[in-house]
């Protein structure tokens, strides 16, 4: 990596209030880069993670999230919302990379960089 | 020579900090306080009880006028200070006064925020602060039928609606987010909150955004909802946050943010002005609570007496909720990190929950209900970060019992417990009782044990206890039975237990289960809350609110997701027969929205495949208005009756198989059931419509109809076995209801009718369908019942607006790249 390159500054973009998104559910943010899906727990924490499972792909926002991981909708793989990392057996198989996410009073700003 | 102190605020932070100094170096200052409020100093917290008349003002004072005399304290109550001459050193009061500091502190507190909606100046509205505020609501109270609201669902709003309740007045807690105090409690924690306030007589709202305050001749008169609902009262309390009171360090020039900006001595950018308690920011964080204040005194003080050694590093929190008989704690992170997990604990007969997160071997947080006399202990392993790992195994049960067992093998404990000692707590039997009927009639299984005693024979979280008392009397002759196979592993429950209990108990919501059966995780996984969302709709129709959030996706959006992330469409074709006109509504609908595959299934009906879940809902609204409704195709429901032609044109038919089939599809689609449920209905025994590898199979004989149950042709192959044969098709209808109402009371969930019959026995449901026609009867009308509010299109609902977050996504398309 060259030493000089320019470090992307984020740019926090607000996408809705926390409330738009069902409890233990989750909304889509489309991006040129793919679909993000935003999830809110049953605590109520927010993360963001790409909606492609590192299984096959599977839409992880369509899964039913229980504690603070989704259960993939296509074959059940177990991904940690926090890591995007499968868990229990699946361990180690891959990720589905997280996006930086946070809440401002009841705002939910994602981290994007322009271009 | 004395210095100077100057203290403006004569609060928790004030007041404390002066006995700080005094313990320290009481000679070396002249201390000078000025206070807002007209009185002496008072334990603010307090005010909560003094509002629900469990104590008075005199109770609450914290230091009397004696106090301030006693220690040469000069006290200016009701001065409020207007400004501050950080150059002159010197602060002016209100009515003139003016006097000159060394040192000035800034204890100010906070402001309760206001929020700026129409008619929030209103008589009859007020916040919670101090007992102006206790005065101003009691004078409400006492009007005749007062009600009150109170926004916010927090700590102070809280306290504020149960003070009013034990006032009389009818209370409201109107809160923005579906949980309370949702900062400081988990979902489980806040369903048992709002749950024991109701049963304190404050009513709670959640998920209700405020619009307008609406007034009769200048007083409120009642709280307008953005959905319309207006909810009457006379009193309406904001408790919807608090500002940190800066306004005279900003006119001073003082750095502020969120509040005064101090360092870790408390110091302002001014060295000789600090600032204290809620006005105070360290560190960005603006504390409000009180242990944090006790912590910024204790620095100060040794600052202003021993010098500058002395630093604040921040405070970790603690909540506690001060509604009499409502035990709740929270502290730290229960939301934890990566890493994370969760020991959770629950007593249905005690009304417990506990959940304790652990992060790198440590406690990292906790949130307690019903019983939060561990509190200070967890918040104790949590500040310290001590290690956790070697008392795991007990510390959910608290401090006495992991103390007392450190290091002792778990029959040991249980064999030094004394006789008396509880062992369960939901019947209130002891270990003796236990002892002495495993010797006294010879028992030897905790069935047994179960039947004579009752122990763990309720909600059964006792069960591993009961069998270590009968291990150490029997010995060896005893050997730990294997119940049925637990629901999953958030739960040590099987499906007969957790169905039996939700009717017995009436229990209502999925927390209410998990609370009353001593779930194992806070909210339950993906194996569990299914089967919990199906026994409660099947125990409550009309009754329970559907949780789609415990579906999986198919059931939740009404379509089978494919490989790639779309979904396909299978509208229902009542007993496989279609029309020109539907099959042209296919035809447009696939043109229309470009749908890649239309496919005949194997269930004689058409699936348009690799549909974009966006237009599902534009999808549905054509097929329903060619008259079309959704097949369930995706649901734990009735699928397809699949039926011959019959007597309509075949030349061997019976019966009117073909009509057969659309009326028992006509009355029972729309059913959700335990697995899917497949029916077929043959014009006679050739059987064209395969009635013999069904759920449930219907053959047409030349005198009737011969019903048959438990086939299948999927993963495993089964013909059917016969229940029954009748005359009619009224008989036949009843009997096939019957039966599938059955199955629905009491098959475990994802148990099609093949594994039921084999669990329960054919036999069995013979009796109870076929030969006895009152319980058929009632079966029949139960299920009837039912259908009243199920036969309705999920589709249609969706067209019409219901879940429409579901359809679009949360933004409009982003144009940035994630970072
Ligand atoms: C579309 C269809 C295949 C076709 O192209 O014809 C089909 C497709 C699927 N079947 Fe099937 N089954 C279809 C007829 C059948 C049949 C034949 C029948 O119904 O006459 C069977 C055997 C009969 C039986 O059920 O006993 C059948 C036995 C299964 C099974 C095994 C069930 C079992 O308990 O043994 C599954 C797996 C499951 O349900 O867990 C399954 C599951 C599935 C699922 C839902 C897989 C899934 O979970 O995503 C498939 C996706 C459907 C979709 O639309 O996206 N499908 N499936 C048929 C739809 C029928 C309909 O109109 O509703
Ligand atoms: C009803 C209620 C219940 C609470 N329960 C709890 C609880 O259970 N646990 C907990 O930890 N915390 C609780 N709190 C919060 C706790 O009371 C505060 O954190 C604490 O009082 C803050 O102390 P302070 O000295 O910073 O502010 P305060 O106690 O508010 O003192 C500030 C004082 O400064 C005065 N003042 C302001 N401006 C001026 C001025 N210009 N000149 C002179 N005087 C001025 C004010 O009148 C006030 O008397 C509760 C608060 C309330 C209102
Ligand atoms: S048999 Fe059924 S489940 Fe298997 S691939 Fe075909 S449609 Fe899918
Ligand atoms: S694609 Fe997610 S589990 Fe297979």
Redesign the pocket.
Known sequence: MNALAPVPEILWTDVGAVTDIPRQGARRAPTPQGVIAIFRTGDNEVFALYDRCPHKQGPLSQGIVHGRTVACPLHNWIIDLATGEPTGADAGKGCAHTVPVEVRDGRIRLGLVAG | MTEKLVI?????????LIEEILKRDPARYAITV????PRV?YN?????PV?AGEKTFADIVINDEAWYRDNGITLHAG????AIDTAARTVS?EGGLEVAYDRLIL????D?VRLPLPGADLKGVVT???IDDVDAMLAAAREPDAQAVVIGGG??GL??AYGLARRGMKATVVHLMDVLMERQLDEAAGYLLTEALKARGVETVLGAQSEAILGTDGEVSGLQLKDGRVLPCNLLVMAVGIRP?A??ARAAELAVGRGVVVDDQMRTCDPAVFA?????EHRGIA?????P?WDMCRTLADVLSAGPDAAYQGSMLS????VSGVDVFSAGQFSGGDGCEDLVFRDAGRGVYKRLVLKDGRLAGAVMFGDAADGNWYFDLMRTGAPVDEIRETLIFGQAITEGLRGVDPNAAVAAMADSAEICGCNGVCKGQITAAIVDLHLTNLDSVRAVTKASASCGSCTPLVEQVLALTLGDAFKAETGPRSVCKCTAHGHGLVRRRIVEDELKSIPQVMQALEWKTPDGCPSCRPALNYYLLCAWPGEYRDDKQSRFVNERVHANIQKNGTYSVVPRMWGGLTTPNELRAIADVADEFAIPTVKVTGGQRIDLLGVKKDDLPAVWSRLNAAGMVSGHAYGKALRTVKTCVGTDWCRFGTQDSTGLGVRIEKFMWGAWTPAKVKMGVSGCPRNCAEATCKDVGVICVDSGYEIQIGGAAGLEIRGTEALTKVATEAQAIETIVAVVQLYREEGFYLERIYKWMARVGLETIKARVADDPAERRALYDRFALAQRSARIDPWAQRVAGRDQDEFNPISRRLEFAPA
Do not use: H, Q
């Open positions: 403006i605020g004569n609060g928790m932070a004030g007041c404390r000025f206070g807002a409020e100093n603010r917290i307090m005010l909560s509002l001065r409020p200070v207007i009061a204890a100010t507190g906070s309760p919670f602060r101090d700590l102070l306290e504020a009171n306004a005279l204290i308690g809620e006005c105070a504390y409000g609570l009180v242990a204040i909540t506690r909720l001060k």
